[in-house]
Nanobody, 121 residues
Framework: QVQLVESGGGLVQPGGSLRLSCAAS????????MDWYRQAPGKQRELVAG???????NYADSVKGRFTISRDNAKNTMYLQMNSLKPEDTAVYYC???????????????WGKGTLVTVSS
């Protein structure tokens, strides 16, 4: 059984910083792509940033230059460093990953339960 657990959310003032973590655990053979999504109240879930197993990254235009995604493959962990936070960054942030658990099955799509980030003065 694979689990993704996010941590690091909280309340921060505009202009502040937070670092989110997503730790994968269980019977993991390989983690392919990992992504951060977010969902603000009353809005659809959106892709924030993604990172491949090899380290290639992509970002939503709204966070480019402010957020940095990274991963530690040895620890099965992904991070999101968020700087210059704005009130519009307020959302539940979710971890998503494509994970292979065996040689005979394709990678499955897994989600964490989310961590709340609130940007407010």
């Amino acid at each position: 059984q694979v689990q993704l657990v996010e941590s690091g959310g909280g309340l921060v003032q505009p202009g502040g910083s937070l670092r989110l973590s997503c730790a994968a655990s269980g019977s993991i053979l390989r983690i392919n792509a990992m992504d951060w999504y977010r969902q603000a109240p009353g809005k659809q879930r959106e892709l924030v940033a993604g990172i491949s197993n090899g380290g290639s990254t992509n970002y939503a235009d709204s966070v480019k230059g402010r957020f940095t995604i990274s991963r530690d493959n040895a620890k099965n962990t992904m991070y999101l460093q968020m700087n210059s936070l704005k009130p519009e960054d307020t959302a539940v942030y979710y971890c998503n990953a494509l994970i292979r658990v065996s040689f005979v099955s394709p990678a499955g799509n897994y989600w964490g339960k989310g961590t709340l980030v609130t940007v407010s003065s």
